[in-house]
Structure formats: structure tokens, C-alpha cells
């Protein structure tokens, strides 16, 4: 009864208030719309960069070569021939936590097909390299572990390639084109990939099985990397590790030598760059809690003002009769729903203005639920607080005293 | 009906303004009887509303003592003051302190907001009957700044009723009233006594003076008279004898 009473009056004394409570809420209302917004934004970005590394294939694993410092000029890896067959075959033998592994050998040249012509790359590997990327086909098929064996001079090309040499759109399925002068046939054409996370085209591609690549291209008996994919993303650290003893056995590397090799998996580099979209999370969360803290202060401000105005009331109701816990009850009750509104009104508005952000301007963002309530929560005790302090210092006050306040 | 309801003993009450003590009341003594009509007379600045306002719980004196119905206030707690308030004073402010922007109806309505033992159908009715008892049943809903200064002493005044009080402590209840609206509160004021309220009146004009049983007269903070008045007039039959053209409401 006492307590419906209280509401009653504080009800009255915000509707008798409108413009003071409005500018109160609208303090809230964008400390917490901004704080939510900008750490949307900070969130959306990093997952955004996270599914894109992840999109190339999250539990890849590379073994390049690597040059020890015991050789005193180091070597380009791409020079180095201590990578071989004899080691895709150890590793493909004795790893457990790889699902699947290719040797690879790439090179450059120029893709001829009639009067058309295009630079590009091109990749030997084994089938199970697009197992590996995760690359699908648009048509056609992949070449067979027999026709690796026998060193076919059949490809499949990217999109780009596609456009460049086929530019009168016919299927290039059964076509033949020249890489380096090497005929090859078209068997298919891989699904469009767009760039990667680098800006790297990863449609402009040549594929075709390693032998044929090392023989007739590049006219080579080692490889340049070996890829592998770990049984599951969480498998690939260890798998690393396995990977790395396998190798330190096949190339007899003792325990006090450097490896000769490297084995990264995608994990690292996806960590890299989290590291560096933290970075702006970092920025955005400071960007947000100077905001916060602003918002905080002229919630502050009002709440504070705006009590010691109604001093005058607080002596009237105390004359009254009302007694100083009913005083600080209603204005409790008053900053509570001034608070709480203006935090809800803040996440419907922050919450909306992410939506507009992502709809129109295009940007990535996925709302973080601990800024919704470290927002929410730290706009409504301010708000609480300052609504409560000065109203206990004013109920504290005898009537006479708190009614000749001006 | 002879108990002593007000008990005051060389009541002293010292403003400090930095280095300078005002004392606006210099050691005062008098009783008021359960059912008394006490006017409470004194130029500007004798101390009429410092003395009222600690017979009305609302200040507390510096030095001296106050027994309000048998109770020294020293001995009563903030809450138990602000009961006392609530429930058995009537008090009309100098300066009518009615809230901005609120109703009329709303305004009177407010003490009993503070009292859970009434509910909103009696608290409704009660404000309603104290205007119209002051004259003010056609404007309920309007707000003081809608209203005339007299009419907004008025709402004060029915604010002061609303709660049945034993005490009605009025400082200057009439200062912005006509004659005849003056004379009429004061045949409401005569009323209530007649059932019994204590009222304690402050006031300037002799004329509303000789509406009560009682008078003291304060100068400088000190009371220099306290007489019985032998022929206490009526308001009902002096606001039969004002000439009719002088219609006020
Ligand atoms: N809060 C205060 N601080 C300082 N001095 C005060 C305060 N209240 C009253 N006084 C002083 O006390 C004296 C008595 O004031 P009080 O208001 O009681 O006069 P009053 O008799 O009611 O006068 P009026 O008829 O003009 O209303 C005055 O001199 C006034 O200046
Ligand atoms: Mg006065």
C-alpha cells in the first residue's frame, strides 16, 4: 500500500517533470546506444576477418622448406630442394591427426589459348588438394590419382582464367590450352573464390597433378611446400607437432639442431590477425568508455541538478508528513524508472542503429551481449546513484531548511 | 478539553549568519489548551513564522522546550515528527509551498498520499470536500499558476484540513484575501474550533484578531502581551453584515 503510493507520487512527479526526465533519459539512451553500437561494429570486424581466414581452410597445415643459419647465407625458400616426395610420403604414412595431404609445386607462366593469353600460377598437387582448401567444382571433375601417376597433362582452371583465355564464353571444359607452351587439357573449372583476406585473386589459378607439373614445367625432383589438413581445426596444433617429429626424423635432425623446415597451420595466422582486430576492439571499447563515461557524467549532472532543484519539494513533502525513507523511496523509484527506461530505450536504439550499420553503410557487426549490460548497467547505477545521493542529503535536511533552499 | 496541547518554556531560536547571530526568538514561554482560538500578532520580523514553524515540527529551537500533547519533541525521532505532521497539524505556509504544476485536487490531496491507512476513493473525497469547504469545488483540476493568489491560499488552506488535524497552524492565512473571502475562512476557521481543533492564527489585522479567544503579541522576539479577549466576534454574523455587492466568489 505504502509502496503503491510511492509509485503513485513518483509517477506524477516524472510526468510533472517531462523535460528534466527526457534529457535524463536521452543522456542514457545514447551512452547506451553508442557503447553497443561501436563495440558491434569492433565485434563484427573481427569475426568478419576471422571467417575469411577461416573460409581459406581453417585447419590447414604447411610444411615449407626453411634455411638453417648453420649454412651462413640463408637461401629463399622457394630455392630450397630439401623438401621431397620421400617426405610427403612419410608424412602422409605415419601422421594421425591429418586428414588429408598433397605435395605441391607451383610455378608461373603464361596461359595461351588461341590469340588469348594470360599470366598466371600454376599449382601440382594431388587430389586431395581440394579436399584441403575446400574448393568445389563448377563443371567438369578432378583429375585421378592415375593420371598423377602417369604425369597427364590435364588441368583445371579458376574463374579468371576463365574470363581471360575463354573470353567468348564457351565451356572450357575439353578445351585445350598452353601453359609455357605445354599443351594441356581443361577437365574443369573450380568454383569462384574471390580474394582472400590479402586482396590475393584466388581465382587466377592453374591446377594440375604435381608430376606433371615437376616433369614438364618445371622440370623438378623436389617439391616446394606439402600441404595437409588436421582432422578437425582443434587436432591441427598437435597435428603441427606431429607433422614437425616426423620431419625431424626423415631429415635426421638431431635435438640440439634447427630445423631445416617449417610447419604452420592457418590457426597461427588466424590468431595474427585476431591479434590486430583486438587491437581495434581495444580502441573502440576506450572510444566507448570515454563515451560511457561522459554519458555517465551528464547523467550525473541532471540527476544531481535536478534533485537539489526539488530541494523545495523534498521540504514540502517532509511538512507534510512524508517521512525522509518515503522521500528517498520515491526518488529511488524515480531514477530506477528514468534509469531503466532510458537503458532499454538505449538498447532498442543501439540494437536498431547496428541493424542500420550493417543494412546501408555495409559494415559488419555482431552485438556483444556483455556490452549490452556493461552499458545498461553502468548507465543505470549512475543514474540510480545520483538520483538517490542528493535526495538523501535533501531528506536529511529539517523541512523549514530544506523549503527556504533556493 | 483543558488539557495543554502546546507547552512551550523560554524557547529560544538563533539564526548564525557567518559571524552574526540573529535571534528571532529571545526566550519565549506560553500553553495553548486543547480547543483554544490563539491569535499570534507582532510587526515584520518579530518572529511570528520562526515561532510557528517549530510549534509546527517543521524547525527545531535552539535552546528551550516544546511539549507538544504531554511529549517533549527533544524525546520524538525524526519519523515520529514527521507522523505528528502527518496526522494531527494543519499547517499553512506564509508562502502557500503548493507544488508547480500539479492539480489543485492533487495538491490537497498530498499529505494523505503520506497516511497508507487512507484510500484513494476517501483521499479523493476528502480533498474534494476541503475545496469546496474553502471555495474551491469549481476548480479542481486547475494549477496554481492557473489559479489567483487568493484561490492558491486558499488551496493551502484546504491542504492544511484535509488531514482532520487536532491543530491548524496558520502563518498569515488571509494576507491575500478580500474582506469578505477573509471573513468567510475565518466562519470556517470558528467552525472547526467550535468542533474542537486547536487553532493557532498569526496574523496583522486587529480585525481578524477579534475573531479569536486569544491573543499574544510578539515584538523582537519577545512575547510583550497575552490577553483573553472577552467579546469574540463572529465571522458568520459580521459576513451577514458586509454589503451584498461585495461578492467574491
Ligand atoms: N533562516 C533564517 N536565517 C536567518 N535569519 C532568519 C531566518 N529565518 C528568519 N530569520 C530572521 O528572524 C527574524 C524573524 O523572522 P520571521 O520570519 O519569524 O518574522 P515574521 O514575524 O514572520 O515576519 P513577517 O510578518 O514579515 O512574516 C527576522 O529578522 C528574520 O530576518
Ligand atoms: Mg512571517
Not at chain 1, 500500500?1 to 517531462?18: D, F, P, Q, S, T
Not at chain 2, 500553553?31 to 517549530?54: A, H, P
Amino acid at each position: 500500500m505504502r509502496l503503491l503510493n510511492l509509485l503513485k507520487i513518483a509517477y506524477k512527479a516524472i510526468v510533472l517533470n517531462k523535460l528534466r526526465t527526457l534529457l535524463t533519459m536521452l543522456g542514457i539512451i545514447i551512452g547506451v546506444a553508442s557503447v553497443i553500437a561501436m563495440l558491434a561494429i569492433g565485434e563484427g570486424s573481427k569475426e568478419s576477418i576471422r571467417a575469411n581466414i577461416s573460409s581459406m581452410g581453417s585447419n590447414i597445415i604447411t610444411i615449407r622448406p626453411e634455411s638453417t643459419s648453420s649454412g651462413g647465407v640463408r637461401a629463399s625458400a622457394d630455392e630450397m630442394q630439401t623438401l621431397t616426395l620421400k617426405d610427403y610420403e612419410a608424412i602422409n604414412a605415419q601422421a594421425t591427426l591429418l586428414s588429408y595431404a598433397t605435395p605441391l609445386v607451383n610455378g608461373k607462366g603464361q596461359i595461351i589459348n588461341g590469340s588469348n593469353n594470360w599470366p598466371s600460377s600454376i599449382y601440382g598437387v594431388n587430389p586431395d588438394y581440394l579436399n584441403i582448401k575446400v574448393i568445389d567444382l563448377q563443371s567438369g571433375s578432378m583429375f585421378t590419382d592415375a593420371e598423377v601417376k602417369s604425369a597427364s597433362k590435364v588441368a583445371l582452371i579458376g574463374q579468371t582464367v576463365v574470363d581471360n583465355v575463354f573470353p567468348d564464353g564457351q565451356d572450357p571444359v575439353g578445351q585445350m590450352i598452353r601453359f609455357n607452351n605445354i599443351p594441356f587439357k581443361v577437365i574443369g573449372v573450380l568454383e569462384v573464390k574471390g580474394e582472400n583476406t590479402f586482396g590475393q585473386d584466388q581465382d587466377d589459378v592453374v591446377i594440375a597433378p604435381y608430376t606433371t607439373v615437376q616433369k614438364r614445367i618445371l622440370a623438378i625432383d623436389y617439391i616446394n611446400q606439402i600441404m595437409a589438413s588436421a582432422v578437425s581445426e582443434n587436432d591441427a596444433p598437435n597435428a603441427v607437432t606431429e607433422v614437425s617429429e616426423i620431419m625431424r626424423a626423415q631429415h635426421k635432425i638431431s635435438a640440439s639442431d634447427e630445423d631445416d623446415f617449417s610447419v604452420r597451420s592457418m590457426e597461427e595466422l588466424i590468431s595474427t590477425f585476431s591479434s590486430t582486430s583486438e587491437m581495434l576492439t581495444i580502441l573502440l571499447v576506450a572510444v566507448a568508455s570515454i563515451s560511457l563515461l561522459i554519458g555517465g557524467i551528464g547523467i550525473m549532472n541532471i540527476m544531481y541538478v535536478s534533485v537539489k532543484e526539488r530541494t523545495k519539494e523534498i521540504g514540502l513533502r517532509m511538512a507534510v508528513g512524508g517521512k525522509g525513507s518515503d522521500i528517498l523511496m520515491q526518488f529511488l523509484i524515480e531514477a530506477i524508472l528514468i534509469s531503466v527506461t532510458g537503458g532499454a530505450l538505449g538498447v532498442l536504439l543501439g540494437l536498431g542503429s547496428t541493424v542500420f550499420i550493417e543494412k546501408f553503410i555495409n559494415w559488419p557487426t555482431s552485438v556483444a551481449l556483455y556490452s549490452i549490460i556493461i552499458s545498461f548497467a553502468v548507465c543505470a547505477i549512475t543514474g540510480i546513484f545520483f538520483g538517490w545521493y542528493p535526495a538523501r542529503k535533501a531528506s536529511a535536511l529539517d523541512p523549514i531548511t530544506a523549503l527556504r533552499y533556493e | 478539553m483543558n488539557k495543554e496541547i502546546i507547552k512551550i518554556e523560554d524557547l529560544k531560536r538563533e539564526f548564525t549568519m557567518g559571524n552574526e547571530t540573529v535571534h528571532a526568538l529571545k526566550g519565549i514561554s506560553f500553553n495553548i489548551k486543547e480547543g483554544e482560538f490563539v491569535t499570534i500578532m507582532g510587526s515584520s520580523g518579530s518572529g511570528k513564522s520562526t515561532l510557528l514553524n517549530i510549534l509546527g515540527c517543521l524547525d527545531k529551537p535552539t535552546s528551550g522546550t516544546y511539549e507538544i500533547d504531554g511529549v517533549n519533541m527533544k524525546d520524538l525521532s525524526r519519523n515520529e515528527l514527521a507522523t505528528i505532521r502527518n496526522e494531527k497539524i494543519g499547517f499553512i505556509f506564509q508562502s502557500y509551498n503548493l507544488l508547480p504544476r500539479t492539480s489543485a485536487i492533487e495538491n490537497v490531496e498530498l499529505p494523505l498520499l503520506y497516511n497508507s491507512k487512507i484510500s484513494t476513493e476517501e483521499r479523493r473525497k476528502r480533498a474534494i470536500n476541503a475545496l469546496e469547504m474553502v471555495g474551491l469545488g469549481d476548480r479542481l483540476h486547475h494549477t496554481p499558476s492557473q489559479l489567483s493568489g487568493g484561490q492558491q491560499q486558499r488551496v493551502a488552506i484546504a491542504r492544511s484540513l484535509v488531514n482532520n488535524p487536532v491543530m491548524i497552524l496558520a502563518d498569515e492565512a488571509t494576507g491575500n484575501l478580500d474582506t469578505r473571502t477573509s471573513y468567510e475562512i475565518m466562519a470556517l476557521f470558528q467552525d472547526l474550533n467550535k468542533q474542537g481543533i486547536t487553532i493557532t492564527f498569526v496574523t496583522h489585522e486587529p480585525d481578524i484578531a477579534a475573531f479569536s479567544k486569544r491573543t499574544i503579541v510578539l515584538k523582537d522576539g519577545s512575547i510583550i502581551k497575552d490577553y483573553k479577549n472577552h467579546t469574540v466576534l463572529s465571522a458568520t454574523e459580521q459576513l451577514a453584515g458586509l454589503p451584498q455587492e461585495e461578492h467574491s466568489l
